[in-house]
């Protein structure tokens, strides 16, 4: 049998004989679905620099830049939707086979699939508040550039911004729950950004990348499957199955 196939008859049996796997997730997990990812070749970084759109210091001093960047993200994961990879995360949770995601995504798909264990470490796109206060707004009011009906300050997506801290509590259970898990899934991400990248070197089991592209050599991983998220767990799931 080549070498792909016993790998992913390998993963099929670790996650049938793990009490308990952990999934980790990038951008790479959207992929499928449409929404571009950050750095492989028609990643958002190669057309648009990070520090111009997606820090403070561009929300504060260049909100027509910000705005329009953000506004085409929460349009392009509007107008997409989830695909099979997140529904088979999903059914593995379901099935007691997966505890959780963690994921640095912002686009609730893993959320939209059915997934209810979900820490969102670099927070999510819907969930709109004003930059004075941190009142609530909704997706409408930021495309509209309605301000806000508190205290009439302009409105920002609640995703984590270059120099910004991650949430503490989403944080600290992440790493609380890779930390115990028998088996984590490292899929879709280039490991570039800290610290969620130091999660990898947390988990105690063994550790799976399924990534189309090669990551850096700082990891030692268990088993690597080169290849597209959505097909890989498709497949491993037809395996467990015994279809
Ligand atoms: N299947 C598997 N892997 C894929 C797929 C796919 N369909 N599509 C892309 N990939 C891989 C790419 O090869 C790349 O290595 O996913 C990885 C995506 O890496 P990045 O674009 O760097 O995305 P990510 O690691 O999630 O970036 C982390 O950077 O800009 C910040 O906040 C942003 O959360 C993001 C963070």
Partial sequence: ??????????????????????????????????????????????????????TVE???????????????????????EPHTGHTVLAEWEKEGKLKAVATQNVDRY?????????????????????????????????????PCSKCGSLLRPGVVLFGEMLPQDTWSNALNCIQQSNLLLIIGTSLQVHPVNQLPSMAKGKVVLINR??????????????????????????VIKGE
């Fill in 1 to 54: 049998m080549p070498e792909y196939h016993q790998s992913i008859s390998k993963l099929a049996e670790w996650i049938q004989n793990s009490p308990n796997t952990v999934a980790f997730t990038g951008a790479g997990m959207s992929t499928e679905s449409g929404i571009p990812d950050f750095r492989s070749d028609k990643g958002l970084w190669t057309k648009t620099d990070p520090m111009q759109v997606a």
């Fill in 58 to 80: 561009a929300m504060n001093h260049r909100y027509d830049l910000f705005h329009e960047f953000y506004s085409l993200r929460i349009q392009n994961v509007q107008q997409a």
């Fill in 110 to 146: 893993h959320h939209k699939a059915g997934s209810r264990n979900v820490y969102e470490l670099h927070g999510s796109l819907e969930k709109i508040r004003c930059i004075d206060h941190g009142h609530p707004a909704n997706s409408e009011n930021f495309l509209n550039r309605t």
């Fill in 213 to 238: 592209d090669e990551v850096s050599a700082a990891y030692a991983f268990d088993l690597v499957l080169k290849g597209s998220a959505g097909e890989i767990l498709q497949q491993v799931n037809q």
